[in-house]
């Protein structure tokens, strides 16, 4: 996720678009989407928890549960900060995972703000310049 003046500027709509044609229609990629956004503070607490308690494997299943959802979802930033983080656990650096948390916890909160306005524009996008024009 990139800071963006537009709408939607958070996320790569190409993502979502692609998730809207696997599953042939976009109001299912459109519900992921809110879900995503609903569940995003709670899938950081959990991987700050995990990095606090140097549980390797519990912050490799959240890291990689936010990593591949932000990545369906078209949330770049988001995603590669993830990448980063699961490397640093498995080298077993931990302490630099800490220090990224304050990054990834920016990059979630910027995307949290501007949940109206990414939905509003994946819709759009989704509904009316894709071909899946709903009325």
Known sequence: MKPSGNPGGELDLGRLQSLAEELGSPEP????????LAMLPQRVERIVRA??????????TAVLSLKI????VGAMET???????????RENHFDDAAHALPALRQTTDRCLASRSDLIRAAHTSLTRHRGFFRS
């Open 29 to 36: 990629a459109l519900r992921f989407l809110a879900k995503y």
């Open 79 to 89: 995603e590669h900060q993830c990448r980063a983080i699961e490397s640093m656990i």
């Open 69 to 72: 959802s932000s990545s369906m």
């Open 51 to 60: 990095v606090d308690e140097h549980d390797a494997t519990e912050t490799t």
